[in-house]
């Protein structure tokens, strides 16, 4: 159980450090994930806000309202701002930080995939399991059984 901790531990201050100052260019934020979200210089101060809010609570249940009301914007007006400026939905974008993030932790076998699934703000292990197989065309277990073969060779 230690290890579990000490690996979320080594995740979060990873990830704490990669935090993208506000109005760095959107290439350097979407270039964590393997997506392109936007293609313009410079993200919107809000949008900016609401990216880097998503990554500091990546381990909680994000949702568009709280986000939202974060960067003081209507739920309408924040939605429509983070596609014009993303290029995808916000729940997308959420989603595929969570999925980036379960995969850096699946491969290490000691972690439980119920364990990643609660950490990374999951009520449910089986939603984890489907939104992860909808992103990766495979489940969670696939994945990690896939990623310790390649490490093996």
Known sequence: MELFF?????????????????NQNAT??????????SAVSEIHPSIQSAIDYVAEHITE????DEVSQHVF????YFSKLFKKEMFTTFTVYVNDK???RAKEMLVNPEIPIQQISQ???FAQTSYFSKV??????M???EFRQHSLEENSN
């Open 73 to 76: 914007l209507s739920n309408y």
């Open 119 to 121: 950490h990374l703000g």
């Open 132 to 137: 992860f197989k909808q992103h990766a065309e």
């Open 61 to 64: 249940s994000i949702t568009l």
């Open 28 to 37: 350097k934020v979407a270039n964590k994930n393997e997506f392109e979200y």
């Open 6 to 22: 000490q690996s979320i531990g080594a995740f979060d201050s990873a990830e704490a450090s990669s935090n993208n100052t506000p």
């Open 139 to 141: 489940t969670p277990s």
């Open 98 to 100: 969570k999925m980036q």
